[in-house]
């Protein structure tokens, strides 16, 4: 009973910190990041100083990593314990009574035959979540079924590095509401905000370097340098000001 509630435990932690990486990535997170952060706050290991400000100066992101964090140490207390009772001499072999079994396996032998079993049991899991194919597919499962339940809201932004002082490069995609669509960058005034774009992504060609009268247009990606509070708030909450009107 207690190698397979060690198992469920285990396999449960597996899940979740696939969820928790699922969730910072739909909050603007790059993948490796959001499942490096993931893993971070469940096991506690913590992160640096730099890739803490992508949690911390985020609400929504926050409340996931204090998620994760509370069951990490569930979880981990949990795994500690049902190890430690899985070694008992008497989980394998519990529904046996002969009288020759002695004879056959030393009770001595049994914590050593039990550490084994986990050991197996712990290879064949992280073979099966090593497994690309069927991993992707949990993830999109995963991913689908927290969008369309609207636990965790989708967002077009995304911080790809985090400089010294909360500057950053951050990738943003142009959508209907945007304040700066089918303006120039000239007119949409990011300047002025001390937001520079580094290149305009469309239709899978990047311009590098865009001129001021670049115009921008729906679905375009542009790459931003500048203090990501500011990207956020000025320019993703719809809140930059700037001429062309």
């Known amino acids: 009973m207690n190698l397979l509630l060690f198992i469920i435990i285990l396999l ?31 096991t506690g290991t ?3 100083t730099k890739e803490a400000e992508l949690v911390t100066g985020n609400p929504q992101r926050r409340r996931i ?20 009772n899985s070694l008992r001499t ?5 529904k046996f009574s002969l009288p020759f079994l002695d004879s056959v396996i030393p009770s ?25 194919k069927l991993v992707g597919r949990l993830t999109d499962t995963l991913r689908s ?5 609207e636990i965790i809201k989708p967002v077009s932004f995304e911080e790809l590095l985090v400089a010294t002082g909360g500057y950053g490069v951050s ?19 990011l300047r002025q905000h001390d937001i520079t774009v580094l290149a305009v992504e469309r239709a899978g060609e990047i311009n590098p370097n865009p001129s001021a009268d670049t115009k921008i247009i729906l679905d375009d990606k542009l790459i931003c340098f500048g203090r990501l509070g500011d990207i956020r708030n000025k320019l993703c909450l719809n809140k930059i000001a700037g001429g062309g009107d």
């Open 12 to 42: 449960t932690s597996f899940i979740i910190v696939r969820i928790g990486a699922i969730a910072f990535e739909l909050t603007g997170l790059e993948w490796s990041l959001a499942k490096f952060q993931s893993l971070s706050c469940f």
């Open 46 to 48: 913590g992160f640096t």
């Open 65 to 84: 990593a204090s998620v994760l964090i509370v069951l990490g140490h569930a979880g981990l207390v949990s795994l500690i314990a049902t190890f430690a």
């Open 90 to 94: 008497d989980v394998i072999m519990v």
């Open 108 to 132: 001595q032998l049994l914590p050593w035959l039990n550490l084994m079993a986990i050991s197996l049991v712990v290879y064949i899991i992280y073979k099966i979540f090593t497994n690309k």
């Open 145 to 149: 079924h927290i969008v369309k339940k």
């Open 171 to 189: 990738s943003i995609e142009i959508r209907k509401n945007s304040p700066i669509l089918n303006k120039t960058l000239l007119e949409s005034g």
